[in-house]
């Protein structure tokens, strides 16, 4: 199984950045798989992100800001 945990900008880094961590299931439990981070630069600004959806088949990441915008990424390119 797999899934996202997504960390906007905060007091965690002084960079207007989202990110998306991989959530893994080990034999341990759940954890975050930091090698595979993918982060999508200036994202919202200094407005925070509060939903994101993929669209795999185009490998697209729609994001919806607290600025009243939704945003697609193409994280890679």
Do not use: N
């Not at 996202?4 to 959530?23: G, N, P, R, T, Y």
């Not at 959806?53 to 919806?64: G, I, K, R, S």
């Amino acid at each position: 199984m797999l899934g996202f945990v997504m960390v906007d900008a905060d007091e965690w880094s002084s960079q207007e950045m989202f990110q998306l961590i991989h959530l893994v299931k080990g034999a341990g439990g759940w954890g975050l798989d930091r090698e595979t981070v993918v982060g999508l630069p200036g994202a919202h600004g200094s407005e925070l992100v509060r939903s994101f959806c993929f669209y795999d088949e185009q490998q697209l990441v729609f994001t919806a800001g607290e600025d009243g915008c939704v945003k697609a990424w193409r994280p890679g390119s």
